[in-house]
């Protein structure tokens, strides 16, 4: 009988050592695709690039250019609420 609770003991002890490693790699994995957000970012990215490439545009387009670069910004701040958004809401993955 002594063998068998000492099986017993370390069968439990594997089945919970495995359920708490299960149970930490799925939260790495939630809070990674939480984290990254690739649609999102290369978003910002190409916004930045084109905030960055009227800004160096001469301005004479009549204020359009001005106002070009404002709405740019504008999307700029809106994408990166939504990332936020997504973040504190379990959003992320695209």
């Known amino acids: 009988m002594k063998l068998d609770s000492q099986f017993t003991r ?5 089945t919970v050592a495995t359920g708490v490693a ?34 160096e545009a001469t301005a004479n387009k009549g204020g359009h250019r001005a106002r070009a670069v404002e709405l ?7 994408t990166q609420a939504g990332v936020a958004f997504a973040d504190e809401h379990g959003g992320g993955g695209r």
């Open 10 to 14: 370390r069968g439990f002890a594997a």
């Open 22 to 55: 299960s149970i930490g790699l799925l939260a790495a994995t939630a809070q990674s695709a939480e984290a990254y957000q690739g649609n999102m970012e290369r978003a910002l990215t190409s916004l930045h690039q084109a905030l960055q490439s009227l800004q």
């Open 72 to 78: 740019v910004r504008q999307a700029i701040e809106e």
